[in-house]
C-alpha cells in the first residue's frame, strides 16, 4: 500500500528521491547511516525513481533492523496512511521525519492526517517521570495543537536549558538585594535620595546613556514589583522559553523593555523609570493572546479561570503604577517611574509576541505577517530615536535635574 501525506488523491512531492549521501548526511545525527545505506540497495523502495516510498516497505524495515525510530514518528507514519484510500508518501518527508527536520509542508500534512490519527492523548500516557511530567504540563500550557504537543513531547531536549528567563530573574534579585541591604530600604525605594544615582535606572537628563533605556529592567520600586515580576517570568517566562527556544523569547523580553522605555520617553517625558514590566507585560499579553485565539485546541486546567486572575492582576499592576505615578504616598525630589512601560509591553506582546508563539517550529522569515510586524516595530524604534535627539529641545520640556 502507497499513501500520501496529503489529504487528496493527488500525490505530492519536491522531484525525485534524493541521492544516498543526502539522504545519509540528513540522517546522520540520528545514527542511521547503516540504515540509509540499506535503503540504498533495496531499490524496490522506490524503483522507478518518482519520489515516493512504500509505508509498509518501510515499516518492515524498521522492525527488521531494529532501528531507534521514536515510535510517535511511524505512529505518524501509520496514521497518515490509513487516512487515505489511495495515494502516495514523499520520499523527501520521509527524509525530514527520520531526521526530525519539521518543515512546513510536513506540518501540514499532519494536520491535513489529523483525523486518522489515534485519539489517545499526553494526558494518558503512564509511568512517567517528574521531569517528562513536567515537560507534558509544559506542552499543555502552552501549545493548542495535540500533535504540536505530542511532537514537542517526543522532540524535546535539556539541552540548551531555558537560561535566559532564569538568568534575568536572578540578576534582578540580585540587584534588587544589593540596593535593599545598601540604602536600608525594601518598599518604595525611588524615595530614597541615593536610589535614582543608580547607572541602571532610566531618567529623561540621561537619555544620552543609551544602555540605561535595557538596564533599568534590573531596578525595582520595592518587594511587591520585584515579586511579581518574577513570578511572571519563572512562571510564564520559562515554558513559553522551553518550548519556543532562547532566541525567540529573548527578543520578545528586550523587545518589550526597549519598547517601555522608548515609550516613556515619548509620552511621559518628565518620568524616569525602573522594573521588568515591559518585558514581562510582552511575554504575558502574547500568551494570554494565544490561548484567546486558540482557546478551544489549549488543554490547560482552569484556563478560564487563570486568564481572570491573570488579568485581574495584571491590571492591579497598572493601577498601582498609576496611583504611585500622579498621587505619591509620600514627599519626592522628582517625579515617579511611569507606568506607560507596562501598556507599551502589551502593545509588543499582541502584535510581535502573538506573532512568534503561533509559529512554532517554522521559520518566522517565512511569514508575511513577521515582516509587517518588523517593520513597524523598527519604524517606531527611529522615531522614538529622533524624538529623543530632537523634541525635549523643540518642545522646551522641563525635566528634572539629573541625580
Not at 540499506?38 to 531494529?66: C, I, K, M, Y
Request: aromatic share 12%; proline share 6%.
Amino acid at each position: 500500500m502507497l499513501v500520501s501525506f496529503g489529504s487528496g488523491a493527488e500525490p505530492r512531492c519536491w522531484g525525485p528521491s534524493p541521492s544516498a549521501p543526502s539522504l545519509l548526511k540528513a540522517c546522520e545525527s540520528c545514527h542511521l547511516a547503516a540504515f540509509v545505506l540499506r535503503l540504498r540497495l533495496l531499490l524496490q523502495l522506490d524503483p522507478d525513481n518518482t519520489g515516493f516510498v512504500g509505508v509498509e516497505t518501510f515499516a518492515s524495515l524498521v522492525h527488521s533492523h531494529e532501528l531507534p525510530l521514536d515510535p510517535a514518528k511511524l505512529e505518524m507514519l501509520v496514521a497518515l496512511a490509513q487516512s487515505n484510500d489511495e495515494g502516495q508518501i514523499c520520499y523527501q518527508e520521509l527524509v525530514d521525519l527520520i531526521s526530525s527536520k519539521r518543515s512546513s509542508s510536513f506540518k501540514r500534512a499532519i494536520a491535513n492526517g489529523q483525523r486518522a490519527l489515534p485519539r489517545d492523548v499526553l494526558l494518558d500516557e503512564t509511568g512517567l517521570g517528574f521531569y517528562k511530567r513536567f515537560v507534558r504540563y509544559v506542552a499543555y500550557e502552552i501549545l493548542p495543537c495535540e500533535m504540536d504537543r505530542r511532537w514537542y513531547f517526543y522532540q524535546h531536549r535539556t539541552c540548551p536549558p531555558p537560561i535566559f528567563m532564569a538568568a534575568v530573574t536572578l540578576t534582578q534579585i540580585i540587584v534588587f538585594l544589593c540596593y535593599g541591604a545598601r540604602l536600608n530600604r525594601w518598599v518604595l525605594q525611588t524615595y530614597h535620595p541615593e536610589y535614582m544615582k543608580s547607572p541602571l535606572v532610566y531618567h529623561p537628563g540621561h537619555r544620552a546613556r543609551a544602555w540605561r533605556f535595557l538596564t533599568y529592567m534590573f531596578m525595582h520600586v520595592g518587594l511587591e514589583q520585584l515579586g511579581f515580576n518574577a513570578l511572571l517570568q519563572l512562571m510564564i517566562g520559562i515554558p513559553l522559553e522551553m518550548v519556543h527556544g532562547i532566541l525567540r523569547i529573548s527578543f520578545l523580553y528586550l523587545a518589550g523593555v526597549l519598547a517601555g522605555s522608548l515609550t516613556v520617553s515619548i509620552t511621559d517625558m518628565r518620568a524616569p523609570l525602573v522594573g521588568g514590566s515591559g518585558g514581562v507585560y510582552a511575554l504575558c499579553s502574547a500568551h494570554l493572546a494565544n490561548v484567546v485565539m486558540n482557546w478551544a485546541g489549549m488543554r490547560c486546567p482552569y484556563k478560564l479561570l487563570r486568564m481572570v486572575l491573570a488579568l485581574v492582576c495584571m491590571s492591579s499592576e497598572v493601577g498601582r503604577a498609576v496611583w504611585l505615578r500622579f498621587s505619591p504616598p509620600l514627599a519626592a525630589s522628582g517625579p515617579q517611574p511611569s507606568f506607560m512601560a507596562h501598556l507599551a509591553g502589551a502593545i509588543v506582546g499582541i502584535s510581535m509576541g502573538l506573532t512568534i508563539l503561533r509559529s512554532y517550529e517554522e521559520n518566522l522569515q517565512d511569514q508575511c505577517g513577521w515582516w509587517v510586524v518588523l517593520l513597524s516595530y523598527a519604524t517606531f524604534l527611529v522615531f522614538a530615536i529622533f524624538w529623543n535627539i530632537f523634541a525635549y529641545d523643540l518642545l522646551g520640556t522641563q525635566i528634572p535635574p539629573p541625580p
